[in-house]
């Protein structure tokens, strides 16, 4: 029985206040935080229930999506876009593409409707054709994550100009990571006439310490609390209302149970119905009516806890319901009729006639799900994954695990192996990542090792096609440890795969281990590609960490194998990597000349997207060699490919570089104009990661002009995002920023704070270059003062430092820098005013730095400039 919704008057005051807000077009977010059985789900539906009811002239559209669990990256979304289309599941995949085709038109009125389309298809599992747009983004992993996610969130506001909407999001404990993160975009940046309804119990703050301060002063996050005693009496009188006799007994005891908890109240009345306390008086009749017999209730054995209330429940079973409750559990969190039905045959001799007539076990099995249906162990879900078969959820995960645990190993042995079976045969399982990542899971649990190595992979390659890098991982980690060292084709090719989603989630050891396997795995099979492609990548790797010689030795060794097999791509790539490696080390004129090459192989492929890329690496080397004229027309170029393509990001990476131009030409207006445009356009794509970059270099054009409460402020902001995304670079670099600025207010001990913690995340990021520059820098500060006493000793050991990384890393531009602030600290401070041999050694510096800056043309306004960062 349904019961009544009491006690939660204020909770829906607070739902009401922010409908209202959106009817006005102000987005709001409301999180319902709460245990099991507490009421979130039915607060919403109360919600829904009474706005509907009002008969507003304009409706509120309302679309739900629900986490059942952490198999899928993007479930919950999925599941909330189908109610949106109007997909039902098993629809023939065309006639949900021209369904979803047709109603996006609709909405942006034919505007960019196939970039949309696409990116709402990967959500959905639905490939459509790709776009002018898609297409210039399909080699970067990363952009095209962020596109997608800014044109989804394009596709709701543009939905909810037409009409208020509300979002609804259930269940978010159960939500994976990647799910998580772009819900957690949607919630910053979301406009217009949109309520997002979040429900989840209270694993997900423990996830998200700082979920609360999601969108700050849109988002109100409701705590539901447990009902007072009066409500919990109210509640369980209505649930008791079919009873024909004194109830107070019953409903003092579950009272007592629940302790204020609404679905602990609804479960009482179910044990009650189990162990005999209540009966039935007429079963046939459409108006209920129960009989108590309190005679039963004290021999009866009621709950104590929860886990009493469970193991009363399955008690309460009969031989075929705790069957097929058993089947169920193998399943998982979702199951199938298909499933049951493969499941109660797998042990059965096959008939020597099969007639399509004979159904006796089908329908006793029909009759017994409608039976737990009817008795709330289990839920009927309205679609199904898999065509003519229904699907359901248990109504309660405890009673799941439960009854999965007192089943034999050998029993869970053969039903995984029949389920795998099963599963196989249905349509979609391969093109699915859920149930693809499911079916290798069953093969795994029934002793199929292989084929599930094999399945893991397909869910590893479904999952990082939408950009969901940590899912995919998982999958390629299982799938590879399954396979250990068979199917050598399969392995090749998820090696590559599994080292680019591990570098794009931040674990570099593994990348490189990965891409060190495929590269031995190659060597055996004597395949050329392969070795110069995990060279290559293992160069690339090295040079993000600062280990320029290994890099070096990578690259050259992916140019020979490229050569050697005619890969003409890959020759070109990797010239272009040697250029940018020639670049950091302050080889100029190498650096122009491989640089060069790179983009005439380039253009003669034909590849405007790697264009682009050339021409913006090539004007990153001529800034940083002086020849700011050349530096802006080869960024001129890669913006106006990058535009006409639609490379959003590179737009803003190139508008971003020609700030930095301007920077170091002290043009301070023209740059911070160049970033306020990147700035901008960042923020519409959604991108925090290179918002913050962007940040740090207006904060360091601020420091250039000796205004440090403006460098403070946006450099503050810079530091607050890197610190929420995990970007210890970004955030090192942001400190590093901050430490100038406080520098120039006077403020040394911030100063020195900052610049201190700077240094420890570029060694913990085993960033060589820019820990040489964060111990300069740091040394330039103590010079000055933030050590106190100690200050002339520490700073020595500072500069000292720098040096020997520079030395170590083969980067004469940086080395000769510190050179110069090292020779002048040596001549400049006190101390050493009668030291010789001090003096003597700042004039050795200072000589080598000259030479340095001549031999490689570093003109005089980028002598004392930051390190080079690779460019897209």
């Known amino acids: 029985m349904r019961a009544l919704l009491v006690g939660r008057e204020a909770e829906l005051i607070m739902l009401d206040r922010a409908l209202a807000d959106v009817r006005k077009g102000e987005a709001r977010i409301v999180s319902l935080i709460g245990p099991g059985g507490i009421g979130k789900t039915r607060l919403i539906q109360d919600f829904i229930l009474r706005e509907r009811d009002k008969g507003d002239a304009q409706p509120v559209k309302v679309f739900r999506g629900n986490a059942r669990d952490q198999s899928s990256s993007y479930g919950v979304f999925a599941r909330l876009l189908r109610a949106r289309f109007g997909l039902v599941e098993g629809m023939d995949p065309d006639k949900a593409k021209v369904q979803i085709r047709t109603q996006v038109a609709k909405v942006l009125d034919d505007r960019k409707v196939g970039d949309v389309v696409y990116y709402l298809g990967q959500l959905l599992d639905l490939p459509f054709a790709e776009s002018p747009l898609t297409k210039a983004v399909q080699d970067d992993p990363h952009q095209a994550e962020l596109l997608r996610r800014a044109v989804f969130k394009s596709f709701i506001e543009a939905d909810a100009h037409h009409a208020p909407q509300i979002l609804v999001f259930d269940d978010l404990q159960n939500a994976h990571d990647d799910s998580l993160r772009l819900l957690r975009y949607l919630l910053e940046y979301l406009t217009g006439s949109v309520l997002v309804i979040c429900a989840g119990r209270g694993e997900l703050a423990s996830r998200y310490e700082d979920w609360d301060r999601v969108a700050e002063d849109r988002h109100t996050v409701i705590e539901l609390a447990a009902v007072d005693d009066a409500a919990a009496t109210t509640l369980m ?28 109240l ?71 009729r298909g499933g049951f039905l493969a499941l109660h045959r797998s042990s059965l001799e096959a008939p020597e006639f099969w007639s399509p007539q004979d159904t006796e076990d089908v329908d006793r099995m029909d009759e017994v799900l409608s039976d737990l249906v009817e008795r709330d162990y289990i839920l009927k879900l309205p679609d199904s994954t898999f065509p003519a078969t229904d699907e359901y959820i248990f109504k309660h995960n405890k009673e799941r695990v439960a009854i999965a645990q007192r089943m034999s190993a050998a029993v869970a042995l053969r039903y995984h192996q029949s389920i795998a079976d099963w599963m196989e045969h249905q349509s979609n399982v391969y093109s699915n990542e859920e149930y693809c990542a499911m079916l290798a899971a069953h093969q795994d649990l029934g002793g199929g090792a292989f084929e599930a190595g094999l399945t893991f992979l397909r869910a590893g390659n479904l999952a990082r096609a939408v950009y969901a890098s940590a899912k995919a991982s998982e999958y390629y980690e299982k799938g590879l440890a ?23 989630t931040g ?23 392969k070795g110069g492609a995990a060279h290559n990548r293992i160069g690339r790797l090295y040079r993000e960490i600062g280990s320029l010689d290994d890099a070096s030795q990578h690259f050259n060794t992916a140019l020979a194998l490229f050569q050697s097999v005619g890969d003409a791509r890959g020759v070109a790539s990797t010239i ?23 983009l005439t192989r380039r253009q003669k492929l034909g590849d405007r997207r790697s264009i682009a890329v050339s021409l913006n690496n090539l004007g990153l080397v001529l800034q940083d060699s002086g020849d700011f004229k050349s530096a802006l027309s080869a960024f001129e170029q890669a913006l106006k490919i990058r535009r006409e393509i639609g490379d959003l990001i590179g737009v803003v ?30 923020s519409e794509i959604g991108d925090r990661n290179r918002l913050a970059l962007i940040l740090t270099n207006m904060g360091e054009t601020y420091d250039s002009m000796s205004q440090p409460n403006k460098a403070i402020d946006v450099l503050q902001q810079a530091e607050e995002l890197c610190d929420e995304l995990g970007d210890k670079l970004g955030l090192a670099e942001a400190l590093r920023g901050l430490g100038k600025a406080y520098m120039l207010q006077g403020d040394l001990v911030r100063a020195r704070d900052s610049i201190g913690r700077a240094v420890d995340l570029f060694a913990s990021v085993r960033s060589k270059v820019h820990l040489g520059t964060a111990l300069r820098t740091l040394g330039e500060i103590t010079a000055a003062g933030g050590w106190g006493a100690a200050h002339t000793k520490s700073a020595r050991e500072y500069y000292a430092r720098s040096v020997a990384i520079f030395e170590q890393t083969g980067n004469e531009v940086e080395l000769a820098r510190t050179y110069k602030v090292y020779s002048r600290f040596l001549k400049t401070e006190p101390e050493f005013a009668d030291d010789d041999a001090a003096r003597a050694e700042a004039d050795q510096m200072q000589a080598r730095a000259e030479e340095i800056f001549q031999r490689l043309s570093i003109s005089v306004a980028d002598r004392s400039g930051a390190h080079p960062v690779p460019g897209r």
């Open 266 to 336: 609804e479960q009482m009345v179910r044990i009650y119905h189990d162990v005999g306390v209540l009966t039935e008086v007429d079963a046939l009749s459409t108006t209920p009516e129960w009989a108590v017999h309190l005679d039963r209730l004290s021999s009866a054995k009621l709950p104590m806890t929860i886990d009493d209330a469970v193991t009363a429940r399955i008690a309460a079973l009969d031989g075929d319901e705790k069957q097929l409750l058993e089947f169920a559990s193998v399943m998982g969190s979702v199951f199938w």
């Open 653 to 682: 990476l190139t508008l971003n570089n020609q700030g930095k131009v301007f920077q170091a030409l002290r043009d301070f207006e023209q740059a911070l104009k160049l970033f306020g445009e990147a700035r901008d356009q960042i």
């Open 482 to 504: 399954l396979l250990g060292e068979r199917a050598v084709g399969p392995r090749l090719e998820a090696l590559h795969n599994y080292g680019d989603v591990l570098q794009l």
């Open 576 to 598: 272009d990597d040697i250029g940018k490696l020639h670049w950091m080390k302050g080889e100029y004129d190498l650096a122009l000349r491989e640089l060069r090459e790179g």
């Open 507 to 529: 674990r570099i050891d593994d990348a490189l281990a990965a891409y060190g396997e495929m590269r031995s795995l190659a060597y055996r099979l004597d395949l050329g590609g």
């Open 237 to 264: 009188e209505s649930l008791l209302a079919p009873c024909s006799d004194e109830v107070q007994h019953l409903i003092d005891s579950a009272c007592a149970f629940a302790g204020g908890n609404p679905g602990m």
